[in-house]
């Protein structure tokens, strides 16, 4: 023993410190010396600690590439019995990463991403029921139900083959949920949102007050206000819309000509004939009063116009949300203007942290695990001639985050 631990102590030299110390009874990692497994383990309950606060963009960053690691490279190719209680500990630990992962990225609506880590983790791991489990979850959140119903029969299936049991009563219980799920959160329903609202208080009322009758309401202002992010705000408090609410982004569609189909393929209709906002109008008018966003209108102005004029005369229980920079100018219109957000000038540190520019940024900070102090020195920054001084270490944290904090999002050019 004492000829393998100095082998091991020479390998080790070229570190610089001693990895592998001397004890009264044998031998020990020295103090501050830990192994990558154990680091994992702190890293997922840290992890967890952030699933806890809805900290989800912070959670899959912490994980990295944990939750696809395989246990099997713990000491690849060496067999031996004390290494399997080892092996079982890194696979529990890559198992709560993926489990963690799956369900943030169903959280933040990437749902492809969280369905793809799910069949991994049943392929990884057949006879856990937590991972179906997930896996139901991820295909159900994704608005695929047939799947999820094919993912809960295949988990039956196995366990009564290799196992000769019935699945859980959790297991049974996610089932249910699928198929009872009143409004699926696929294609054509309201995104769900993993980041606080900050803000926007008179827009919010405005908007409210818009979409709580039938008609047309246009959401209009430049690029990164969050006009999108409002329309969502507002919907989700909405409770009396026994027709459901309707989402349908024509960001990606170019052509005016494609915006009919675009809606009815989104909405699960079958386009057929000369008028797909026939039978769109048609559906919504069965409905009753429902909500429909058309997001993202900028680059079919004319087919969304001509698309809502329809909606409101063929399904007059129907309100018609648009965003776009303009509005639709159509007769009967509502529009809801949205401005950047503006930090204050001259302000305290105690009045600049409760503005809502800078409590947004604050915000979206720590949802991705950090933490920005409001003290004197952010004030001056804020308050300085030019904002944007790239010498200034507030300007590398925006062009650093610039996927969290588009600069369009705030009025922060000269004075």
Known sequence: MRGLVGDLRKRLADIGQDIVVTTPTGYRLAAGVTTDVAELETTVAKAAGLRATGRWHALLARLGAAPTLDPGDLAAGLEAAWLDPHRARLQETVLQAGLLATAAYGELGDHAAGVALGRHLVAAHPLDERVHRALIQALSAAGDRSAAVQAFDACRVLLADELGVDPSPDTVAAYLQVLEGAEPSGAGSMPRSATSFVGRDAELRGL??????????????????????????????????????????????????????????????????????????????????????????????????????????DAPATTVVVTSRVGLGLAGEHVVQVSPLRVPQDATPEELAESDPVRLIVDRVAEYGGELLVDAELAAYLDAPTVYTPASPRQQLVDVNTDLFPKDEFDLSPR
């Open 208 to 313: 409210a007050a818009a979409s709580a009758r039938p008609g047309l309401v246009s959401v209009v202002g430049p690029g990164g206000v969050g006009k999108s992010r409002l329309v969502q705000e507002v919907l989700t408090r909405a409770i009396d819309l026994p027709g459901g609410r309707h989402w349908v982004s024509l960001a990606s569609v170019a052509e005016d000509a494609l915006v009919d189909a675009t809606v009815a393929l989104t909405l699960g209709l079958a386009v057929t004939g000369d008028s797909p906002s026939r039978a769109i109008a048609s559906h919504l008018a069965h409905l009753g009063r429902s909500v429909v966003v058309l997001d993202g209108c900028e680059a079919v102005r004319d087919g969304a116009a001509t698309l809502a004029h329809a909606l409101l005369e």
